[in-house]
């Protein structure tokens, strides 16, 4: 990390008169990523990645330069070329740096960069081995494993500085299963905020032997029968959903563009009342969560929709200056190359009252999807689709047979206003969230819902 006079001096160099922000992003990454497919090492890869990003927002745009050489000369020119963007005289305001106090810790127990790479391979090596045992249909395997730790430092000319060490563990198994001219996949992933004790808390060969099951039950599915029915998603399908059909459309940016089907509705229904939608970086162990945003806003929980109402957007520096409020600390970058813009972090729909059980006993006759697969939304209309990858009928309360080939088709706002029953229980799933070609680290989760009409793309 700089020296917090360099960092001063930086910012006075990018900093120039009027109602302006600018700020420093300093980031140290040390990853390794390990790639197992057809019982072969494919890719071991690890190194450090280390750089600068410098930023100005004047006028409600912004500038940026970024740069891996961090002597004092190359900083202080990238600087001198940001603060160009800007009419005015260079200013002074900034007089001193102080330390921000998180307020959220994370204990790691076990860091990943102390565990030897012969431990990480043996570990995909052994979710390779189990899900080929299973069955011999298993057409291929592949594993991924990921860890990184990241440290980074946020100087700002609010005249504070932001300082965050961020441990990252990941695994990814994808299962394929084929028979008589038909091809299934499995998929199971586990990881977040926490060091290689992920291991401990999550048994890989479990993780490993759930994908082979559901690619090789696919196998044997019917086709899914289509049509408008019922559809009750569980609480063990992540939330998805919740992230494509409403998420994105919160993010501040889309909505003052006017590319979200939310934009100006903030104080509206959005959703069922029984709907309350929270984003939260601030919670143990998942992987949408830090100390401090990339931006050095600390984290914090945010409401986006209360009881159906729509109570605010997901905001970072540049958004919340544009609508006269405060960052959500949701000002995210994939790295020191990116500047930062509004993303989601753990998002999710917060659990009701009734049990699932209850949910699925109260459906005559629909779908249950217990796995979600790939998806796609539009966030102007808010029309969505997803693949379904695993999922069981449901016949007068009861789960019967599996289904395969489902999709789900409907549109965000009015899905979400349908919902009539919400579980008592909570589901996550996590991902790499993509947007404006950089990726950041979420994970999102629903309880089990219903929904009374959907349509259901399969078999007619």
């Known amino acids: 990390m700089l020296d917090k006079d360099l960092l001063l001096k930086v910012l006075k160099k990018t900093f120039s008169s009027g109602d302006e922000y600018a700020e420093i992003f300093v980031e140290h990454k040390k990853p390794i990523f390990i790639h197992l497919e057809d019982r072969k090492i494919e890719k071991v890869i690890t190194g450090v990645d280390y750089g600068l990003g410098i930023r100005l927002i004047y006028n409600g745009r912004s500038a940026y330069a970024y740069s891996n050489d961090l002597s004092e000369e190359s900083l202080l020119r990238a600087a001198s070329e940001v603060s160009r963007a800007a009419p005015g005289k260079a200013t ?41 045992g299973y069955d011999h249909r298993i057409r291929q395997v592949s594993v991924i494993y990921n860890d990184f730790i990241q440290n980074v430092q946020i100087a700002t000319t609010d005249g504070t500085i932001a300082e965050d060490e961020r441990v990252h563990t990941l695994t990814v198994i994808q299962v394929i299963a084929a028979d008589d001219g038909i091809i299934q996949t ?27 099951k559901r690619a090789v039950m696919m196998l044997t599915a019917r086709r899914a029968p289509g049509g408008r029915m019922p559809v009750v998603i569980s609480s063990e399908a992540g939330g998805t959903m919740i992230h494509e059909a409403i998420g994105h459309g919160l993010e501040a940016d889309f909505a003052q563009q006017g590319l979200s089907v939310y934009s100006k509705k903030i104080g509206q229904q959005v959703a069922s009342p029984l709907i309350t939608v929270i984003d939260d970086s601030t919670i143990q162990k998942k992987r949408g969560s830090f100390r401090f945003d990339d931006e050095g806003t600390p984290s914090q929980q945010s409401v986006l929709v209360e009881r159906g109402i729509l109570k605010s957007y997901i905001y970072d520096k540049l958004t919340a200056l544009k609508d006269g409020v405060k960052s959500t600390g949701n000002g995210r970058r ?46 102007i209309t808010g029309d969505f ?61 629903m309880p089990t819902v219903r929904i009374p009409e959907m349509v259901v793309g399969g078999e007619v």
């Open 92 to 132: 002074d305001s900034v007089t001193d740096l102080r330390i921000k106090t998180p307020s959220v810790s994370f204990s790691i127990k076990l860091l990943p960069e102390n565990i030897p790479v012969e431990k990480k391979i043996s570990l995909v090596r052994k979710a390779d081995s189990v899900a080929r």
């Open 186 to 212: 499995g998929y199971e992933s586990t990881g977040g905020f926490i060091g290689f004790e992920l291991f401990d808390e999550t048994d890989i060969e479990e993780l490993s032997l759930k994908a082979a």
């Open 334 to 379: 994939q790295s020191y190359q990116h500047r930062p813009i509004p993303r989601m972090t753990n998002t999710f729909i917060a659990p009701g009252e009734m049990p699932p059980e209850e949910i699925i006993n109260s459906v005559e006759y629909g779908l249950l999807v217990k796995k979600m697969g790939g998806g796609q939304v539009n966030t």
């Open 385 to 445: 689709v997803f693949e379904v990858q695993e999922g069981y009928l449901i016949n007068k309360g009861r789960i019967e047979e599996p289904v395969r080939g489902a999709t789900l088709a409907g549109n965000g706002p009015e899905v979400l206003k349908s919902i009539d029953m919400v579980g008592s229980d909570l589901g996550f799933s996590i991902g790499t969230c993509g947007k404006d070609s950089q990726g950041v680290p979420i994970s999102d989760a």
